[in-house]
């Protein structure tokens, strides 16, 4: 059974900083660019980052780009997401994804509130 | 960016009933290279991540119900349900994954009528 576990959301103070795990199992992670989504609450969808199968490529959405870092680890099957600078627009619940086909794969997420 | 546009922003069938989503994008997602339309579609129910349905446009993703359809090319892209059932109710998102940014459409809810 193919499964995406994030974690390391939670509460932060504007300009701190979180990071995000997402552990993957079920599935030949090394083959998979990996995708962090997020989605405020009760708005849409919106692409945050991609990262290639071996982690020499990246991309980011302007809105992060120069205060977030995608990053893998092949060998423990994991994905990260390192989120500096944090602002109150940053507020979300954040979706890891493994991208095959579209995206094929889910986490259920992990919830970032950005609050004094 | 490509912007996604979806149209209705909400929709209203009757069981049983046919319901069709549209999306547009700003720019072509046909690669044509291999003639392929970098278009997908996604349901998210209340609570629960975004599932996939159709990616390439129309390629109906392994344990999808055929009732599911999506067509389309070039800008302009179509989700159609062919015969709603009550576990169809959602938010449906199309997506292009031509290009980075991945833009999302701004999401169409669906409700039974």
């Known amino acids: 059974e193919v499964q995406l576990v994030e974690s390391g959301g939670g509460l932060v103070q504007p300009g701190g900083s979180l990071r995000l795990s997402c552990a993957a199992s079920?599935?030949?992670?090394?083959?998979?660019?990996m995708h962090w989504v997020r989605q405020a609450p009760g708005k849409g969808l919106v692409w945050v980052s991609r990262?290639?199968?071996?982690?020499?490529?990246?991309n980011y959405a302007d809105s992060v780009k120069g205060r977030f870092t995608i990053s893998r680890d092949n060998a423990k099957n994991t994905l990260y997401l390192q989120m500096n600078s944090l602002r109150a627009e940053d507020t979300a619940v954040y979706y890891c994804?493994?991208?095959?086909?579209?995206?094929?794969?889910w986490g259920q997420g992990t919830l970032v509130t950005v609050s004094s | 960016d490509i912007v996604v546009t979806q149209s209705p922003d909400s929709l209203a069938v009757s069981l049983g009933e046919r319901a069709t989503i549209s999306c547009k994008s700003s720019?072509?997602?046909?690669?044509?290279?291999?003639?392929?339309?970098?278009l997908a579609w996604y349901q998210q129910k209340a609570g629960q991540p975004p599932k996939l349905l159709i990616y390439?446009?129309?390629t109906r993703e392994s344990g999808v119900p055929d009732r599911f359809s999506g067509s389309g090319s070039g800008t302009d892209f179509t989700l159609t349900i062919s015969s709603l059932l009550a576990e169809d109710v959602a938010v449906y998102y199309c997506q292009q994954y031509y290009t980075t940014p991945y833009t999302f459409g701004q999401g169409t809810k669906l409700e039974i009528k």
């Open positions: 390439l446009a129309s």
């Open positions: 720019q072509s997602v046909l690669y044509s290279s291999n003639n392929k339309n970098y």
């Open positions: 079920g599935f030949t992670f090394s083959s998979y660019w």
């Open positions: 990262i290639n199968s071996d982690g020499s490529g990246t």
């Open positions: 994804a493994g991208n095959y086909n579209g995206f094929d794969y």
